[in-house]
């Protein structure tokens, strides 16, 4: 569920500007969002899975390495393919010796329906909960008509405790006799109410876990000679049907076994053994290029309101359909499968300009530093009303009319006049607008972390312009020289360097890039291994290292790290630095030695405001 809540999350949040997750457990406090809304939108996503091989983006010519790929990665399936028949099988064979203890706990959770009682009902330690709702549902399906095997257990379980031994005389006498022609019973379950009668209800489990036993050890006597694909008695049959048919709740689903796995060591051993394939697919160089999609459920799951939230209290049914707040009387269920094709149209229909505010909106403030609302995932009632509404509207509209293309809105706004502004202070403007919300000035910006990274690496010359490809490391040595957002992050363990330079997590959805000032960020840029590396490569540069002047280097390295030539006072400086220093040495671009004079005065200008800040 909590995927599912994450899913939604970042859809609604980020591409709608709506808190719609606050109505998980409950309606909305602020917006108008029902509770209902939220559980049509779960069961869209609810019905898409994610694919156990992920399609291959385009059809990899036939080479040697990726039949080398194909053919470990074949072997690693089948080991785990291996290791998840044999727990089947494991699994599967304690089930069908258990089913009377299944039976009691079914009938236990069937008493205690939709709440969390059930898990406190004394019960055998090994019996696991999961299973146990699986024999609870089979056995509902049973219970329409007379079934000709549970249809006993169905009588005895509605009888009283306390009247229990009174009651079941007549109830075995009846069944044993087998004689009402409307309620055919299976001749093995009769004979097994033939004599002495059940004293409990427990009584009334061992005597069906004997006759599945019986059953079970015919079966596989049949087997080992050879037999052929069913019982020869009719009864019998019927009860291994119970054990070996398509709906049997032994019958696991080889998708599911995990999650019904009690043995906790087999469970590791299984997420260990997946988890090397995924990463073996994901870094592996010669494999190919995969898309990450979802795929549609083979049934589309019909979703219900979970009451406060709880998944064991499912209430109301709901359809899968979009908001009610942004459909109004038009609203219509989704029919077409899972329902997601649908959810996109209705985000982006043209009677939907929300979609439209909230990219648009982002798009100011990746540009501005502050977009024209402030507050870039919330746009329900306690968002504050963006500065300059007829704008925002303006580029909503424009946005949509040039097909949502996200490249004409970056050029329409970076060639405005207002984009190409100074950031320059204007004594009057801080006392008429202190917060620049008219826009008197252009805000200025730093960089954020992955784009200082790749500004250090292209102007030393370094940076790697490849497109596509696996994730790298980017904290290790040697160092990566690929654009950052080729950068391998790790939810579970994000480097200590991202967090310095207020990477965001990457655990929860986050509305834009906060920035902080702290000592790290400034001792990162003057001791990194990574930054003296770009500082030597920048130094050494054609460019540079073949001018014979020490002025002339100064400006080149302006040129290069600034843009701008260098100030007359500037290159004095550079120059001085140079000349008060040792000679520099001709060891090239050698990683691990000691900045000679002119590599330390590239980084001075590296590690300086002018390049971490656009103004």
């Known amino acids: 569920q909590d995927i599912i809540d994450d899913r939604i999350d970042v859809v609604t949040r980020g591409l709608l500007g709506l808190t719609v997750t606050c109505a998980r457990c409950h309606d909305h406090k602020f917006d108008p969002i029902p509770t209902k809304d939220y559980y049509s939108l779960y069961g869209v996503f609810a019905s898409s899975t994610e694919p156990t091989v992920l399609p291959v983006l385009a059809d990899p010519a036939r080479k040697a390495s990726f039949q080398a790929f194909e053919k470990e990665l074949h072997a690693r399936e089948e080991k785990l393919n291996q290791f998840l028949q044999k727990k089947q099988e494991e699994l599967t064979a304690r089930l069908r010796a258990r089913v009377g203890d299944y039976l009691l706990a079914a009938e ?52 009283p405790a306390k009247e229990f031994a009174a009651r079941a005389k007549d109830l075995a006498t009846q069944f044993a006799a087998n004689a009402d022609p409307g309620k055919r019973i299976n001749p093995v379950v009769a004979r097994a109410f033939a004599g002495q009668a059940p004293t409990s209800l427990k009584e009334v489990a061992e005597r069906y876990a004997r006759l599945f036993t019986e059953a079970d050890q015919l079966w596989q006597k049949q087997l080992q000679s050879g037999g052929g694909q069913s019982l020869k008695d009719p009864g019998q049959e019927q009860l291994r049907q119970v054990l070996y048919g398509p709906d049997a709740p032994a019958n696991v689903p080889r998708n599911d076994l995990r999650r019904f796995l009690l043995d906790r060591a087999a469970r590791d051993q299984l997420k260990k053994m997946r988890d090397e394939i995924d990463k073996f697919q994901a870094n592996a160089p010669n494999a190919p290029p995969r898309a990450m999609v979802l795929e549609e459920a083979p049934t589309p799951y019909e979703p219900h309101v979970f009451l406060r939230g709880n998944p064991n209290r499912p209430g109301e049914a709901v359809p899968r359909q979009f908001l009610q707040i942004l459909t109004g009387a038009h609203r219509q269920p989704f029919h077409h499968g899972s329902g997601r094709l649908e959810l996109a149209q209705a985000m982006v229909d043209p009677r939907n300009p929300l979609t439209a505010r909230v990219l648009v909106n982002r798009l100011w403030l990746h540009h501005f530093g502050a977009g024209l609302v402030r507050t870039p995932s919330d746009f329900g009632m306690r968002s504050e009303p963006p500065s300059h509404p007829e704008l925002l509207d303006y580029l909503a509209r424009k946005f949509m ?12 706004l970076m060639l405005s006049s207002v984009y190409q502004q100074s950031s320059d202070d204007n004594p009057r403007g801080p006392q008429v607008d202190p917060e620049n919300r008219l826009l008197w000035h252009m805000n200025r910006q730093r960089l954020d972390f992955e784009a200082l990274r790749d500004a250090l690496l292209a102007v030393s010359g370094k940076l790697d312009r490849t497109m596509g490809g696996p994730s790298v490391s980017l904290t290790t040595p040697p160092f990566s020289t690929r654009r950052t957002v080729y950068g391998f992050v790790d939810r579970s363990n994000l480097p200590a360097l991202f967090r310095t330079f207020d990477f965001p997590s990457p655990d929860t959805t986050s509305p834009q890039r906060y920035q902080t000032t702290v000592p790290l960020r400034a001792l990162f840029l003057m001791n990194s291994p990574f930054v003296l590396e770009q500082a030597r490569a920048l130094a050494n540069r054609p460019e540079i ?15 290069l790290v600034y843009g701008r030539a260098a100030e007359p006072e500037e290159t004095a ?13 001709s060891a090239g671009p050698r990683p691990g030695r000691a900045l000679n004079a002119l590599e330390q005065y590239a980084q001075v200008l590296l590690v300086s405001n002018e390049f971490a800040f656009v103004d």
């Open 573 to 585: 400086l550079g120059v001085h630095f140079l000349q008060d220093h040792h000679p520099e040495p």
């Open 545 to 559: 290292a073949s001018q014979t002047r020490s002025d002339r280097k100064i400006q080149a390295l302006y040129r």
């Open 108 to 159: 236990k959770m069937r008493r205690k329906p939709n709440t969390e009682e059930f898990m406190f009902v004394p019960a055998p330690e090994d019996l696991n909960p999961r299973l146990v709702e699986r024999w609870q549902r089979y056995l509902e399906g049973t219970r329409a008509g007379f079934h000709p095997v549970f249809g006993p257990w169905h009588a005895f379980a509605a009888l």
């Open 401 to 412: 009319d040039d097909g949502w293309s996200i490249k004409k809105m970056h050029r329409l």
